[in-house]
């Protein structure tokens, strides 16, 4: 009874007999089955993107964006479901309003990351809510510090600071290939390129819909505010994926042959 979760999976503070929160677990599943999100931490800024599954061919290119500004130096991308990211990125742009119009100073990243934990985790300890079906990753920036940061909250509420982190389906193999960067030198022109092979590496043609990548950065080249990247970056980002992808599979099979 325990393993299938019948009858303790009514209410997010109901714990099984072997001490799991089965709606925070199916919250978290809605996640790892989402779209591949990828954040780095650069020399020079942050940049994210964003495998946006296209559910319909009907759908412009730009609408139910994975990826929202929520003040000028704060931005957040996000993995799961859409609906519930959405109030997410409500509640950060009411805390960033909020913060400024009291102290008179943008909110620091790492004030608005623990309101936004506190908030999702307050939905997983009562009764009457459920947990947020969606992970976020916070891209911000700090003026009196002078440093721009990487967040990722999930949906038990945890948030933590990172150098660069993955979301969705794409995850582990995403993670495999930012711990064999050094992002401490790289830049963030040059991580739009790393972003973009990572994503298209996890893309199955045969068994994944269409997507669309997007992405927004934080860097020195926007004055530190949050912005989406302009098309033709994220074209050629795309271009350059394509091409070395094709080229370790001809190198794949170069090595195959001569085995």
Request: hydrophobic share 35%.
């Amino acid at each position: 009874m325990a393993s299938t979760g019948a009858g303790y999976d009514l209410s997010p503070t109901t714990f099984s007999p072997d001490g799991r929160i089965f709606q925070v677990e199916y919250a978290t599943k809605a996640v790892e089955n989402a779209g591949t999100v990828v954040g780095m931490k650069c020399k020079d800024g942050v940049v994210l993107g964003v495998e946006k599954v296209m559910l319909s061919k009907m759908l412009l290119p730009s609408s139910n964006r994975r990826v929202a500004t929520v003040s000028a130096h704060a931005g957040v991308a996000q993995a799961g479901l859409a609906a519930d990211g959405r109030q997410v990125v409500a509640r950060a742009r009411e805390e960033c309003d909020n913060y400024e119009e009291v102290y008179g100073i943008p909110i620091p990243p790492t004030v608005l990351a623990q309101r936004l934990s506190e908030y999702v985790h307050y939905f997983t300890i009562h009764g009457a809510l459920r947990p947020f079906g969606t992970s976020t990753m916070i891209a911000a920036y700090d003026e009196r510090e002078k440093a721009h940061q990487l967040y990722v909250l999930e949906p038990t509420g945890v948030c933590l600071r990172y150098f660069g982190a993955a979301l969705g389906k794409g995850r582990q193999s995403a993670k495999s290939e930012i711990e064999k960067l050094d992002l401490t030198t790289l830049t963030c022109r040059d991580a739009l390129k790393e972003i973009a092979k990572m994503i298209y590496t996890c893309y199955d043609e045969s068994k994944d819909k269409p997507f669309i990548l997007e992405m927004a950065w934080l860097c020195e080249e926007t004055k530190f505010e949050y912005q989406l990247v302009p098309q033709d970056l994220i074209d050629a980002a795309e271009t350059w994926a394509k091409k070395e992808l094709e080229e370790d599979d001809d190198d794949d099979d170069d090595d195959e042959m001569a085995s």
